[in-house]
């Protein structure tokens, strides 16, 4: 009730009522590590995609060697909605970079190298541009950066950032930043007495709009190094005699900008200028803007202007001082001319990534350690992991060691409460390999995986679309994806519902004996049935074999309670720095009840009443006072697993003749 009521009336007053619902996460977002075709952004990062043809934007799409683009597309095609993908670069490959100065003439001091924040060749098409508009005239360390990726149209702008060690916008640290910094490249300072980079395209100086003439033709001479030979000593009338002046900085830019494209347009298809205001406000900035499509090889153009025949109008609009820079740094491809050097191409590098790509390193978040960025993902895919050699699609890659990258991958699931699904690697072929695979040449064991063989037969739209074989990892995240949105995560994957999407056959087709010897070792089938066509015909995590009598031998089970260790952990953090006594006790056990139950009415557990579903326990019999003198509250949460029905065994008997009584 309020504190202190001071007048006579109703006083009302809310009260809390202790519910804090919990609120079941999602089960079926799929990770996939492994090189792309490109990343449009950074190397060993996560992107989320939640199309293929979102994929496609960012990572290129399929490409035969990204074992992780048909997987993904795999995925898609057989309901999954949700994916994080992981771009592993080639091993030795080397990023894209170019070095930006601080001046044109011989004493320029290398002020900027920007790198491609991931290797490929895609990598040539980004642009780097640098200006100094709004930017205050003392402070001759500040200037905007801008990044182009001519492949998406991606542009990034870091305005006001400085070469100042001291400022709060020092551009190392804002476009380095992971968080709000570039997706698309990393920059550092070679050297420290270096001065900020010179803007690209021609500077002029300022102009008096005042002393615009038009009492006869003044015209530019303009000419452009590349392409070689075809914009040289161009006259550009700029001035008509009786033509109505410019009134403003911007009209000049505007007016000089169309004059310039009338004279080369039609010269050099694709050719073209953009004038801007200058820093200054006074004078106008020249920027050559060729055609990626037609004159992708003179992006970095360099501009020079000369007077004119018959009268020069170069004084008159500034251009006949100021600076002159290529219209574009570019990376990897830009030539050593005027305040642009230093160029480093991207190499695709040697090879795909080998094992220690894959796996990454847990202090860089590279490689597998990359999804420590995500939020959640529940299942893991790594088709690359069991890749085959160039060339002979029975062999493993030698620089692959399955084992070593799906142990990794294991901790890592055990750690993220997320599910691993293996692939056999590429010589498994029939029953008898598959036994000596699952039985002993695969040493990575636990609950939180599961095993499938064979492999699966899809059309490849990139060789004409031939069949080739693929590991099924990619498949089967998209059936568990499916499963749990249309029956629950307590249904297991596999049954007649079960099919696979756009399979055109198995590199084994299984008899039931066959599959009788496999399934005891906790190797789920992929199987061909009539009517149903290719389904998954198993449901055991690789702890799923008989003979280890694990309580987590099916997979249902254990991803039902993965999913409700996430929940619950989750959706308990509010009881963190609670009172711990009895008021919080009861406020845990209604809320882990509520989530419990709800459960229950969806038919996740075994049993006819709550009770015999599951239990939630919370009280002095749970937390002692030793407990609570350590800050501890535990909370007990039991419930009764439905395991599937693995065999049906029907019993006929035929009756004799019975007696009538």
Same mark, same amino acid.
């Given at each position: 009730?309020?504190?202190?009521?001071?007048?006579?009336?109703?006083?009302?007053?809310?009260?809390?009522?202790?519910?804090?619902?919990?609120?079941?996460?999602?089960?079926?977002?799929?990770?996939?590590?492994?090189?792309?075709?490109?990343?449009?952004?950074?190397?060993?990062?996560?992107?989320?995609?939640?199309?293929?043809?979102?994929?496609?934007?960012?990572?290129?799409?399929?490409?035969?060697?990204?074992?992780?683009?048909?997987?993904?597309?795999?995925?898609?095609?057989?309901?999954?909605?949700?994916?994080? #993908?992981?771009?592993?670069?080639?091993?030795?490959?080397?990023?894209?970079?170019?070095?930006?100065?601080?001046?044109?003439?011989?004493?320029?001091?290398?002020? !900027?190298?920007?790198?491609?924040?991931?290797?490929?060749?895609?990598?040539?098409?980004?642009?780097?541009?640098?200006?100094?508009?709004?930017?205050?005239?003392?402070?001759?360390?500040?200037?905007?950066?801008?990044?182009?990726?001519?492949?998406?149209?991606?542009?990034?702008?870091?305005?006001?950032?400085?070469?100042?060690?001291?400022?709060?916008?020092?551009?190392?640290?804002? #476009?380095?930043?992971?968080?709000?910094?570039?997706? !698309?490249?990393?920059?550092?300072?070679?050297?420290?007495?270096?001065?900020?980079?010179?803007?690209?395209? +021609?500077?002029?100086?300022?102009?008096?709009?005042?002393?615009?003439?038009?009492?006869?033709?003044?015209?530019?001479?303009?000419?452009?190094?590349?392409?070689?030979?075809?914009?040289?000593?161009?006259?550009?009338?700029?001035?008509?005699?009786?033509?109505?002046?410019?009134?403003?900085?911007?009209?000049?830019?505007?007016?000089?900008?169309?004059?310039?494209?009338?004279?080369?347009?039609?010269?050099?298809?694709?050719?073209?200028?953009?004038?801007?205001?200058?820093?200054?406000?006074?004078?106008?900035?020249?920027?050559?803007?060729?055609?990626?499509? !037609?004159?992708? +090889?003179?992006?970095?153009?360099?501009?020079?202007?000369?007077?004119?025949?018959?009268?020069?109008?170069?004084?008159?609009?500034?251009?006949?001082?100021?600076?002159?820079?290529?219209?574009?740094?570019?990376?990897?491809?830009?030539? &050593?001319?005027?305040?642009?050097?230093?160029?480093?191409?991207?190499?695709?590098?040697?090879?795909?990534?080998?094992?220690?790509?894959?796996?990454?390193?847990?202090?860089?978040?590279?490689?597998?350690?990359?999804?420590?960025?995500?939020?959640?993902?529940?299942?893991?895919?790594?088709?690359?992991?069991?890749?085959?050699?160039?060339?002979?699609?029975?062999?493993?890659?030698?620089?692959?060691?399955?084992?070593?990258?799906?142990?990794?991958?294991?901790?890592?699931?055990?750690?993220?409460?997320?599910?691993?699904?293996?692939?056999?690697?590429?010589?498994?072929? &029939?029953?008898?390999?598959?036994?000596?695979?699952?039985?002993?040449?695969?040493?990575?064991?636990? #609950?939180?995986?599961?095993?499938?063989?064979?492999?699966?037969?899809?059309?490849?739209?990139?060789?004409? /679309?031939?069949?080739?074989?693929?590991?099924?990892?990619?498949?089967?995240?998209?059936?568990?994806?499916?499963? &749990?949105?249309?029956?629950? #995560?307590?249904?297991?994957?596999?049954?007649?519902?079960?099919?696979?999407?756009?399979?055109?056959?198995?590199?084994?087709?299984?008899?039931?004996?066959?599959?009788?010897?496999?399934?005891?070792?906790?190797?789920?089938?992929?199987?061909?049935?009539?009517?149903?066509?290719?389904?998954?015909?198993?449901?055991?995590?690789?702890?799923?074999?008989?003979?280890?009598?694990?309580?987590?031998?099916? !997979?249902?089970?254990?991803?039902?309670?993965?999913?409700?260790?996430?929940?619950?952990?989750?959706?308990?953090?509010?009881?963190?720095?609670?009172?711990?006594?009895?008021?919080?006790?009861?406020?845990?056990?209604?809320?882990?009840?509520?989530?419990?139950?709800?459960?229950?009415?969806?038919?996740?557990?075994?049993?006819?009443?709550?009770?015999?579903?599951? /239990?939630?326990?919370?009280?002095?019999?749970?937390?002692?006072?030793?407990?609570?003198?350590?800050?501890?509250?535990?909370?007990?949460?039991?419930?009764?697993?439905?395991?599937?029905?693995?065999?049906?065994?029907?019993?006929?008997?035929?009756?004799?003749?019975? &007696?009538?009584?």
């Amino acid at each position: 009730m309020p504190v202190n009521p001071t007048y006579p009336g109703v006083y009302i007053q809310e009260l809390p009522s202790g519910v804090r619902t919990i609120t079941g996460v999602a089960t079926s977002i799929a990770a996939f590590v492994g090189w792309t075709a490109r990343v449009a952004g950074r190397d060993n990062f996560p992107y989320t995609v939640r199309s293929f043809g979102e994929y496609e934007r960012i990572f290129g799409g399929l490409h035969r060697d990204s074992h992780v683009s048909y997987a993904v597309q795999q995925f898609f095609a057989n309901g999954g909605t949700e994916a994080h #993908v992981v771009r592993v670069p080639r091993t030795g490959a080397v990023p894209a970079a170019i070095t930006l100065e601080d001046g044109t003439g011989g004493a320029a001091n290398a002020a !900027l190298t920007v790198t491609a924040a991931a290797t490929g060749l895609d990598a040539h098409n980004r642009l780097i541009d640098v200006d100094y508009d709004a930017i205050p005239a003392s402070d001759t360390a500040a200037f905007n950066l801008t990044i182009t990726d001519l492949d998406t149209g991606a542009v990034e702008r870091f305005p006001n950032v400085s070469m100042s060690a001291t400022s709060t916008r020092n551009v190392v640290a804002v #476009v380095n930043d992971e968080a709000t910094g570039s997706k !698309l490249v990393t920059v550092a300072i070679p050297d420290a007495t270096a001065g900020r980079p010179i803007q690209t395209g +021609a500077v002029g100086a300022d102009v008096t709009l005042g002393s615009l003439l038009n009492d006869n033709n003044y015209t530019i001479r303009i000419s452009s190094d590349v392409p070689a030979g075809q914009i040289a000593n161009v006259d550009v009338t700029i001035f008509e005699t009786g033509e109505t002046l410019p009134q403003s900085v911007l009209g000049l830019a505007r007016h000089v900008e169309r004059k310039i494209n009338q004279a080369i347009s039609n010269l050099v298809p694709g050719a073209a200028v953009r004038c801007v205001p200058s820093n200054t406000g006074a004078g106008i900035r020249v920027i050559p803007d060729f055609s990626p499509e !037609l004159l992708n +090889a003179s992006l970095d153009a360099r501009l020079t202007f000369a007077a004119g025949v018959p009268n020069s109008a170069l004084a008159m609009i500034g251009l006949n001082t100021g600076t002159r820079n290529v219209g574009h740094y570019r990376l990897g491809l830009g030539r &050593d001319l005027q305040a642009q050097t230093g160029a480093v191409p991207a190499t695709a590098g040697t090879g795909l990534p080998n094992s220690q790509g894959i796996i990454g390193n847990e202090g860089n978040f590279t490689g597998l350690y990359a999804l420590k960025k995500v939020d959640l993902f529940n299942i893991l895919c790594i088709p690359d992991a069991t890749r085959s050699a160039a060339g002979d699609p029975n062999t493993l890659d030698s620089t692959v060691d399955p084992n070593e990258i799906f142990a990794r991958a294991m901790e890592l699931c055990v750690a993220e409460r997320a599910f691993l699904l293996v692939d056999p690697p590429p010589e498994v072929r &029939d029953t008898a390999s598959a036994i000596d695979w699952i039985s002993g040449g695969l040493t990575v064991s636990g #609950v939180n995986g599961a095993a499938y063989y064979p492999h699966l037969l899809f059309v490849d739209p990139l060789d004409d /679309f031939q069949v080739r074989k693929f590991p099924p990892c990619g498949a089967m995240a998209g059936l568990y994806a499916r499963t &749990d949105t249309n029956r629950g #995560v307590w249904k297991s994957p596999a049954g007649t519902e079960a099919t696979l999407s756009r399979v055109r056959g198995l590199t084994h087709e299984m008899t039931d004996a066959e599959n009788g010897a496999l399934n005891p070792l906790g190797l789920n089938c992929i199987r061909n049935f009539p009517v149903f066509r290719t389904i998954a015909w198993g449901a055991r995590t690789l702890d799923g074999a008989d003979a280890r009598a694990s309580e987590w031998k099916y !997979l249902s089970p254990r991803r039902l309670a993965l999913f409700m260790e996430e929940s619950l952990y989750r959706g308990t953090k509010w009881a963190v720095f609670e009172p711990n006594g009895e008021q919080l006790w009861s406020q845990l056990r209604l809320n882990v009840s509520t989530f419990m139950h709800q459960l229950f009415r969806q038919g996740a557990f075994k049993g006819t009443t709550p009770q015999e579903a599951y /239990f939630v326990t919370c009280d002095a019999t749970t937390t002692t006072q030793a407990d609570i003198d350590r800050g501890i509250v535990n909370v007990l949460v039991g419930f009764a697993p439905l395991k599937p029905a693995e065999f049906v065994i029907i019993t006929l008997q035929q009756l004799a003749g019975q &007696d009538q009584v």
